[in-house]
């Protein structure tokens, strides 16, 4: 059977490191997992070029995530809410959508022991910090969300989602981050590089933080929260869960090897900080 990762730039993805490394340890010999450059406009042709009886998923990453939802036959309740799918699974002659995205931020920040925030910050605005909000609604946090944007009048899909979601949120510059930061947790969902200008602010606060930037890491941010003694998890635990996931969704079994898969995916990532010629 064959699965691949999807996107727009994709050539980075840790994807088939983690979904291979799984694969072998599962002893699934007649798996393997590839990687595609597609952009929306090729999603469709894409899917209509794959036989059905070779395929079992595709992990898909931006821009493809809410496009996946438009082109399956059926979505799941968790993507529909947050508006963005990363998984689409073979269910019969078409797809099913599903969010893995959240299961996998909500459980790096349990292991991390970070997993029951009382209130928090989502930084950005994008599809991210959609499933940050979901995964913090799976987690049970009670207190209030407040998302901070660099661009406020382009929030509206956050907040619908957040609606959606039944737990909607408040919205304020990014600017103004450290009027907000008496929190918990603080989730940043920024590209990297962008929430480095916040390190101070964050170094000086009392707020865990969840970055999804996993590489380069750590992050500047990420660096300074360290530093003070905070809680810090970055991005490589997500996508390692949301990869585990994935790999339970397409195969159908249960026990997904995720010590392989970390040990792959740090590997990989160990050999790519390495300087050249090392």
Request: aromatic content about 4%; proline content about 6%.
């Amino acid at each position: 059977m064959r699965a691949a990762v999807l996107g727009s730039p994709v050539a980075h993805s840790l994807s088939p490191v983690l979904h291979s490394a799984a694969y072998t340890a599962m002893g699934l010999r007649d798996w393997s997992y590839g990687l595609f450059e597609c952009d929306e406009k090729g999603l469709a042709p894409f899917l209509d070029g794959l036989d059905p009886a070779e395929w079992a998923g595709l992990s898909l990453t931006m821009p493809l995530k809410r496009r996946a939802m438009e082109l399956a036959a059926e979505v799941e309740d968790l993507a529909a809410a947050v508006g963005g799918a990363n998984t689409l699974v073979r269910r019969g002659a078409g797809w099913a959508a599903r969010n893995t995205d959240v299961a996998g931020i909500a459980r790096a920040l349990t292991e991390a022991g970070a997993g029951a925030p009382r209130d928090a910050v989502v930084l950005g605005a994008g599809a991210t910090a959609a499933s940050a909000l979901a995964a913090l609604r799976e987690l049970g946090t009670p207190g209030p969300v407040t998302v901070l944007a660099r661009d406020t009048g382009r929030t509206g899909e956050v907040t619908a989602a957040a609606e959606r979601l039944g737990r909607p949120v408040r919205v304020a510059p990014l600017a103004e981050a450290p009027r907000h930061l008496d929190v918990d947790l603080v989730l940043s969902t920024l590209p990297s590089g962008a929430a480095d200008a916040h390190a101070e602010q964050l170094a000086a606060c009392r707020a865990d933080l969840f970055d999804v930037i996993y590489d380069p890491w750590p992050t500047v941010a990420a660096g300074a929260v360290a530093a003070r003694g905070g809680r810090v998890v970055g991005g490589f635990p997500m996508l390692l869960h949301q990869a585990a996931a994935q790999v339970r969704l397409m195969t159908g079994v249960e026990d997904v090897p995720v010590g392989a898969m970390r040990a792959a995916g740090e590997a990989e990532l160990a050999r790519r900080s390495a300087p050249a010629g090392s």
